[in-house]
């Protein structure tokens, strides 16, 4: 149903493969950064993906460097299910990833002075493009919190259609009440073997 995570669409998938030939695999990306060049406080929220949630705190020095936060989030990944890393080389940017397509929960974000804000972006299965910057205010009523829900990757050895998303008993077709958003009716394709790179993350995934 609309509003689960990526993972139990995922798993409602997979569930049936053996009588579909079709497997999912979900994930949840989000990529942050801070607007402030020198927060005015440690940047402290509570965080958790598939696991407990947990608060933790960073004093960052510079917007350019988010090690501290990184290592941060990290120290708690065994507790929260959420890693970090950095985007690519750049240290400005983390990119935060629950392995299983839980939803992952940012609750309370402070550290900043008012107007400065804590940007979140959501990330495509393979982190190699984002959405929109959302911006959470530090504790501010209302909007110091960010959800961030996963996505799932269908596979195939054969073709397949996604057909009839459904809410209740109606077929539905808009974004608030299904997953995809223009038709009801989805096609897959099928690669050649001879146009997949399996040089990349990405590519040994396709």
């Known amino acids: 149903a609309a509003g689960s995570s990526a993972k139990t669409v995922a798993a409602a998938i997979n569930q049936?493969?053996?009588s579909t030939g079709v497997t999912a695999t979900a994930v949840t990306k989000a990529r942050i950064s801070l607007q402030e060049a020198t927060p005015a406080g440690p940047i402290a929220f509570s965080i958790n993906g598939g696991g407990?949630?947990?608060a933790i705190s960073a004093t960052v020095v510079s917007n350019t460097d988010l090690t501290a936060l990184m290592d941060a989030i990290n120290a708690v990944s065994g507790t929260t299910q959420v890693s970090a890393n950095y985007d690519g080389t750049d240290k400005s940017k983390l990119v935060l990833t629950e392995a299983d397509g839980d939803t992952i929960l940012l609750e309370g974000v402070s550290g900043m002075t008012d107007n400065q804000h804590f940007y979140v972006e959501v990330g495509n299965f393979d982190g190699t493009s984002?959405?929109?910057v959302v911006n959470v205010d530090s504790l501010a009523a209302g909007t110091s919190d960010a959800v961030?829900?996963?996505v799932f990757r269908m596979?195939?050895?054969q073709a397949f259609e996604v057909n009839d998303q459904e809410q209740g008993?109606?077929?539905e077709t808009t974004a608030a009440q299904?997953?995809?958003t223009a038709a009801a009716t989805a096609s897959s394709g099928l690669s050649a073997i001879s146009a997949i790179s399996v040089g990349t993350s990405a590519?040994?995934?396709s």
């Open 16 to 18: 049936d493969s053996s």
């Open 52 to 54: 407990t949630k947990t």
């Open 130 to 132: 984002w959405g929109s």
């Open 148 to 150: 961030v829900t996963g």
């Open 155 to 157: 596979e195939s050895s």
């Open 169 to 171: 008993t109606t077929d």
């Open 178 to 180: 299904g997953y995809f």
């Open 203 to 205: 590519g040994a995934q």
